[in-house]
């Protein structure tokens, strides 16, 4: 099949309307204005799904993403979403990632991937999949360490692992299984039938097509990211299929199709970028409304605005790496360092360490961005921002660690220190 020719813009912002449509896609513009179960689903829905990243250090990622955007999040209300009414999931689309219940059809292709990839019968998971399978089913929702099975093997990243964990999440990935409940980062699975609706379990496959399917896919990664540059990058794994050619085809049909349009964002020569058409009046309608005061907010490290780094650097002028996979020798910042956004700018990031024991919160670290502002009111957003991040945490008390309090410009902080 021919390459269909790629797109030319027909409309171009400049930086501004670009941050901004971007803070207003992704529910920062301003932030903490989404709330409860229906503000969540109304945000998922949007951008299709949040990344999910077991590391624990104020929060999971996928609740880092949330605090920013709802009113007094607290990480009960995601879990009982996920484990108790069952409006969300624990899934695969942009690695592994949270999206709505509703969705679990359309991702039929990757459960079909990965069985072929792991179903083979000599693969030594298989080969005890269907005792774990009877147990689960007589006895009820097992974690790994509820089998007495001790024999390990090379997985994935090069590390070692029980035999029955691997196999375990290999009939999660394959969609035999499902996540009942996490208890820490310990997962609990179950039968998917026990926990899904059966009319979701047999509905068929709306994309048939490999070609429809990609279709469906780089139309949803777009409304991901809100604009969604053609270049190759991180933002666009989970695509089962596509690689560079077959998404350009895609993003082209979709332009052609209507569902798509290409834009060029001022500044950024020579690159073309993506909007859904169904979010062009969005980005038109923000040239007539007046800017929202300037709030604060603490962003995630993987969150949704992050995806595409390139992009961020270049319409935020703020270069954001997570080195949390860094040598401790070999990091700028932290080991888990969040950007912190004030308005329509990225204005400093922060280290963050929890004290659960002695609800304490401790900022280790504060690296301001150059021309940051020093004005009352950023002081002022950021002890707000602050102190509704205290409270999603449970913590009692700010302390400020010995490499920023002599920080003059943390004053703001220093008042809630105790």
């Not at 971007?22 to 990344?51: D, T």
């Not at 695509?239 to 560079?244: E, L, P």
């Not at 909007?275 to 490290?301: H, K, V, Y």
Request: net charge positive; proline share 7%; aromatic share 10%.
């Amino acid at each position: 099949m021919p390459t269909i020719t790629p797109p030319t813009p027909v409309l171009k912002i400049d930086s501004a309307e670009a941050r901004r449509f971007l803070l207003r896609h992704h529910g920062l513009w301003p932030p903490r204005r989404l709330r409860g179960k229906a503000g969540v689903l109304a945000y998922l829905r949007r951008v299709g799904c949040i990344q999910f990243d077991p590391i624990d250090v104020v929060g999971r990622n996928p609740d880092l993403v949330l605090q920013s955007r709802l009113a007094g999040y607290r990480p009960t209300l995601l879990e009982s979403m996920l484990y108790g009414s069952r409006q969300l999931l624990d899934g695969w689309d942009k690695m592994a990632s949270i999206y709505p219940v509703e969705d679990w059809p359309f991702f039929a292709r990757h459960r079909q991937r990965m069985r072929a990839h792991h179903g083979d019968p000599t693969n030594p998971a298989m080969a005890i999949a269907p005792q774990l399978l009877e147990s689960i089913r007589r006895f009820g929702p097992h974690s790994s360490i509820d089998f007495e099975h001790d024999e390990r093997i090379d997985y994935a990243w090069g590390r070692e692992t029980r035999l029955v964990r691997a196999a375990l999440e290999e009939l999660y990935a394959m969609g035999d299984l499902g996540i009942q409940r996490r208890m820490g980062t310990r997962r609990v699975y179950d039968l998917v039938e026990r926990l899904l609706p059966a009319e979701l379990i047999e509905a068929p496959d709306e994309h048939p097509s490999l070609e429809a399917y990609h279709d469906w896919h780089v139309l949803r990664r777009i409304g991901g990211l809100g604009l969604a540059s053609s270049r190759s990058g991180d933002y666009w794994l989970g695509i089962v299929g596509a690689m560079s050619p077959q998404r350009r085809d895609a993003l082209a049909r979709l332009v052609e199709r209507g569902l798509a349009v290409a834009i060029a964002v001022e500044g950024l020569e020579g690159q073309v970028f993506f909007l859904r058409a169904a979010d062009q009046a969005a980005l038109e309608g923000l040239r007539d409304q007046p800017l929202p005061p300037a709030e604060a907010a603490f962003l995630a490290p993987l969150d949704n605005l992050l995806w595409d780094r390139r992009l961020v650097r270049c319409i935020f002028g703020f270069e954001y790496t997570w080195e949390v996979y860094k040598p401790a020798a070999q990091r700028s910042y932290g080991y888990y360092t969040l950007p912190v956004l004030y308005g329509d700018r990225f204005i400093a990031r922060f280290e963050p360490a929890l004290d659960r024991r002695n609800r304490t919160l401790t900022i280790q670290g504060w690296w301001w961005e150059l021309k940051a502002p020093r004005d009352e009111a950023a002081q002022e957003a950021l002890a707000k921002c602050l102190t509704v991040f205290r409270r999603y945490l449970g913590a009692e008390q700010v302390r400020l660690g010995p490499a920023v309090a002599a920080d003059r410009r943390l004053a703001w902080a220093v008042s809630q220190a105790n």
